[in-house]
């Protein structure tokens, strides 16, 4: 039975203003919910008297994309126009993308797709054959991001003119422009006049829905569910960016460019001031100026990365850093840098800056006082590290640009990143007996460089891969990339073992001043040999065709794979009708599970590949609920089109797609793709609803508190009936 939702009694004064705050907090939910990135307009302008062109014009927001016009086998969406009537005129020509349309390799199709990012226009010749002439349409887009698809959203117009009189001269003829124009949240239209002008603007749904129990919207349930703590919201990349940054920062800490720094610069900073003849007066004095310069040593530390991950922003932007994902040319960059990072800390050069740079700032720093001195020891720090850090902060912000991170990325990496590395600085200044504690410089750091080295290697083949795909040279298959990687963690745990070694590795000496050859292997490094060992073990049966889903987000496709052995299972829904599942849910008192999805929709494919593989996911989907999948780019057409109403006004739904794309919006509040949502037969919903998460155990645990939730109400039905 669906809940009934009670308005309190107010006063009128206190209804007003509630009634206006929560209005703007439906909006605020609303767009959260229902991403609507592209905001369209479309208008026709008479260029002769003979020819007209219609231009479509679309704003993008940042971190979407809309797909452009060209046709890829099972691909994503392309943008189509769709004429209804047309009179006095005939098209000339397809319509065309104009502009900056960006190329790109998409693994999860195993093609090259093409879009716009931040503006798109598309254009329309028109031949008009005089007299009256009536154009009437609608154009179709799609747009997605790293997390969502939105599903095909139409664009209706409707162009009505008189065109000139062909015998008429040219000199005397005016072109005469008659625009629509679409302020599109990415939905449906509606239409008004101003002038001679004909507008249609795309609103937020706030649509009647069929008369239809199972239509009947839940998105206020949906809602409370999630209030509730349920969301399943991917962490922020922020949080991410910056725990990634800080690990950088701890493990730049410990290498031998930075570590055997510490005790010094903090001796120098206590002991600066005093002599052997100090009063405990001035010791003390002297101790507390050395914390207060500690202090600020490490935020200049701040404030040096912290820039450069600032200038790095202004510089690139987040949409220059996400296209930069898509480049080969600087994949192959990214590849050729990391190697010759990971060279670099196996010990085969140096990377160090020019020495007049340090040799300049260190002679500033000495012949200056005060915090300036302070801050220019900082910056000496940086250029004297270089050689360390300089590879792990070129790792750190080469996965800022792939990952696609936000404007902050860069600058959020940058501050986890010098967080960590000024922390020891100050906690050693402040407690100074910490530092009788902590290790000695040693061969330790080393390793922990030959460590780096061997990771930096293995992931720069990630950015061959994308190159090798984007064209098509067939280099680096599943299969070599896998090949490549077993070896490598294998060599990194004979290094970790002892079995190689690499020139920085110090040699060591037995009483006589002989070089030990079968030294002992320390137990920490044992356990890290373990691990490796264990790893390149792992990634064997990936040879075969097994998943290796920990490898899964940086090795190439399952499609680029020759030989597989065990082709991964594929979960088939029951349905792909609302009504006809619903039926079969009702008849066979069982739970309801609704994939909305696209044909084009990557997040969709990768939900389906990373999760639904599981076996315990695909046992629970197929057998514990009744799976109905709804296409919402599905191009079969109605029988005949539906008219609904959405703000005021009437949209046609002519697809099958179209059907289930307004099911999502106005039942349940949501119209990207992958979106899934658990019911029982009547169409209300369990628990909250789930979208783009390739948390298996989350996703697992989603679907028992569905079921959990659906017996708990049969339970009380049956109670109540007895």
Known sequence: MQPQTHKPERVKKMKRILFFLLTLCCIGVASAQMPQPVKMTASIKEVSATEAIITFNATIDAGWHMYSTEVVPDGPNPATLHIDKISGAKLNGALKPQGNVIKHYDDMFGAEVYYFENKGQFTQKVTLTGGKYLIEGYLQHSACNDQNCTPPTNLDFKFEGVAESTEKKEDTEKPTEKATEKAAENTDSAQSTEKTDSVVTTETLEADTPANGLWTPVIDQL????????????????????????????????????????????????????????????????????????????????????????????????????????????????????????????????????????????????????????????????????????????????????????????????????????????????????????????????????????????????????????????????????????????????????????????????????????????????????????????????????????????????????????????????????????????????????????????????????????????????????????????KTSLPQPIEVTIAGQQRKLRTVGDRWSYLQASKFGANAQPFYVLLDNQGNPLTRSYSYDEDIPAYTSWLREGLKQYRNGVKELKELSS
């Open 223 to 634: 809602k409370a569910f999630e209030d509730g703590g349920n969301a399943n919201a991917a962490d922020s990349p922020l949080w991410y960016i910056f725990f990634l940054g800080f690990i950088g920062g701890l493990v730049a800490l410990v290498t031998p460019c930075v570590w055997p720094i510490i005790p010094m610069t903090v001796s120098f900073f206590i002991k600066k001031g005093t002599t052997k003849k100090s009063s405990p007066e001035e010791l003390a004095a002297a101790k507390r100026r050395g914390i207060r310069d500690a202090i600020i040593y490490g935020l200049s530390i701040v404030v040096i990365y912290v820039s450069l991950g600032l200038i790095v922003t202004a510089l690139f932007g987040a949409s220059a850093l996400n296209s930069l994902a898509t480049n080969a040319v600087f994949n192959i960059i990214f590849f050729l840098m990391l190697l010759v990072f990971g060279a670099s800390f196996l010990g085969a050069f140096e990377l160090t800056l020019p020495a007049r740079w340090t040799n300049a700032v260190d002679s500033k720093a000495g012949s200056t006082s005060g915090l300036l001195a302070i801050f220019l020891m900082a910056f000496t720090l940086t250029l004297v590290s270089f050689s360390c850090t300089g590879p792990i902060i070129g790792f750190l912000l080469v996965e800022v640009a792939t990952d696609g991170g936000s404007m902050l990325a860069p600058t959020i990496g940058m501050l986890g990143f010098a967080l960590a590395l000024a922390l020891p600085f100050t906690l050693f200044a402040m407690f100074p007996s910490m530092l009788k504690s902590a290790p000695k410089s040693g061969n330790w750091m080393n390793v922990v460089k030959v460590t780096l080295g061997f990771i930096e290697i293995a992931f720069s083949l990630k950015f061959l891969s994308v190159a090798d795909l984007t064209n098509g040279w067939g280099l680096l298959d599943r299969e070599t990339f896998l090949a490549l990687w077993i070896v490598l963690f294998a060599l990194l745990g004979a290094y970790l073992i002892g079995w190689i070694r690499f020139p920085h590795d110090e040699d060591e000496y037995d009483q006589m001043g002989n070089v030990i050859v079968n030294h002992r292997t320390s137990v920490t490094r044992f356990f890290m040999a373990l691990i490796s060992f264990s790893f390149a073990i792992y990634m064997v049966p990936g040879l075969w065709g097994a998943p290796c889903k920990a490898v899964s987000a940086f090795a190439p496709p399952m499609s680029t794979q020759d030989f597989n052995i065990a082709p991964e299972a594929e979960v088939r829904p029951m349905f792909t009708d609302y009504e006809a599942g619903m039926k079969f849910a009702a008849e066979h008192n069982m739970p309801v599970m609704i994939d909305f999805t696209g044909y084009g929709c990557v997040n969709c494919r990768k939900m389906e590949a990373a999760v639904f593989t599981d076996p315990t996911v695909a046992q629970l989907m197929t057998k514990q609920y009744v799976l109905i999948q709804l296409f919402v780019d599905e």
